[in-house]
């Protein structure tokens, strides 16, 4: 990199720097790509663009003097942390050098990374995004010793963590065995991805859960991406390699504004705005009781090739995604009829209310594409307190800021279906002509209201399909129109135009609304 | 040539077989229905070939991720 007459001129950096670039030493290195795991430095080439990475704190670490104090040897600090571009864009980047130490123990009283870490001041004083690149196990009682005292918890907290969260784009890969500190920090994040097979997330691992519960248990068991991915949603997403959870990293980065001063980057589309797409028309099936796959329709409309789904194996009965339409970002939310018919239950709520969350901080218009029955119903569903959830996603609904437009594809029931609008604002709500609504569908309701009528008919099932019969006309959703009680109707095929006019048309009302947005109140 | 094995997306029981063993099929041709939650299911086939063997019958109840046929391409 630098000539020979650079080096000579100042011989101690370019060692210092050297060792540094050395990292825990060869063997170490070794171990770690054995375990199929790439070294911080490698990570960190591989996610920026280029050679953009310009680090900070290279020379922290722990130096060996002989005892005439001349530096003997030099152990770099067990954290990589700087500056770098990830297309064209600033960001803060760090993460735990897993060959040092296991990515434990700083040398110095000062950390560069970690929470209360350097790394994390640095984002939010240039108020750009964060990076974390999380390889490490946390606190060990090791530095017991080396410190004389045990540290009180929190002293080096997660205050700047949790600030992030209101200010900048923060995004963790669990890259290692996560527990304790780094898993708390994987989990303050606006996105997570972890490696299947190669990393594991929990609060403690097999020794103290065997410890504890005498409980024994495999750490990929206990904490890999079937457990903190798939069933739990601890975290978001999962990708098969390293270089694959960097791509879903920078894919997510190129929907978010570098913080919550800035608008979203619009980008140029090859996807004309007025494409009319013919399937759109015959999709949805005539029969109800009939599945139809919402994941295709909505990709239908958004920009091709645009759409990332964000805990694709989680809270299935909905969908959420990033998505662009006429190049602008947008927050897809959609119910998935193909999975519990579309109903809420508390990971599809609890999933949902992190995407608005995060779509209404970052300025992210949201589009809800409805299909929604209800409420998960049954005794599971009771117990996993479904209702509770669920009506905290209506609660943060009801308090988004950001413009959002809801497109009714077919039922929209309940709370469940408040939970899709917002009529705090000009309440946009727009339908397929397949579409129906009402606080329950005609059928159940039927049976609840009209028992007495129809235990006393000669034939009860024929006097409650009359009674239906009868009912029916005044669902049509063309009456809800005609009181203005929905605000347009329309084809199918102009759902991609329409969209994306309303989009563009936000714009405005997203120039006005940039900065903090404040939370207030109590969550039910 | 490799196998392919077609997972349930869902919990549910299966309710109509479309397709027999030795049927070609194209990625997204329907190969069987599912019932669940009232609702009527379509499982695809996630890659062109032939249909090797299935996993079940009809009114046998699945899981997510079970496996429902095999198909060779």
Redesign the interface.
Known sequence: MSNSQDDERFSELTYRRQAALQMGGTAAIERQHQAGRLTVRERIGQLVDGSSFREVGTLAGTGVYDKDNHLVSVTPAPYVAGLAKIDGRPVAVGGEDFTVRGGTTFGSARRKGGQGGFIEDFAHHYRIPLVNLIDGAGGSVTSLKRRGHSVFPGVHGFERSVELLGEVPVVSAVLGTAAGGPAGRAILSHFSVMVRDTSQVFAAGPPVVKRSLGQTIDKNDLGGAKVAVDQAGTIHNSAESEEEAFEQIRKFLSFMPSNVWEHPPITESTDPVDRRDERLATIVPE?R???YNMNRLVRMVCDEGSCFEIQPTYGKSVITMLARLGGRPVGIIANN?????G?MDVHSARKQIHFMELCDTFHIPLVFFVDVPGFMVGLKAEQEGTLREGMRAVCVAGKLKVPTITLVIRKCYGMAGMATCNKNDIDMKLAWPSAEWGSLPVEGGVAAAFRKDIMAAPDPAAREREIEAELKPYASPYRTAEAFAVEEIIDPRETRPVLCEFIALAEKRLRADVGLKARYGVQP | MSAVEIVSPVTGTVWKIERAVGDKVEAGDVIMVLESMKMEIPVESDAAGVIASFNVEVGNSVDEDQPLCVVES
């Open positions: 029969k009781t009939q599945a009829p193909m999975v519990y018919g109903a």
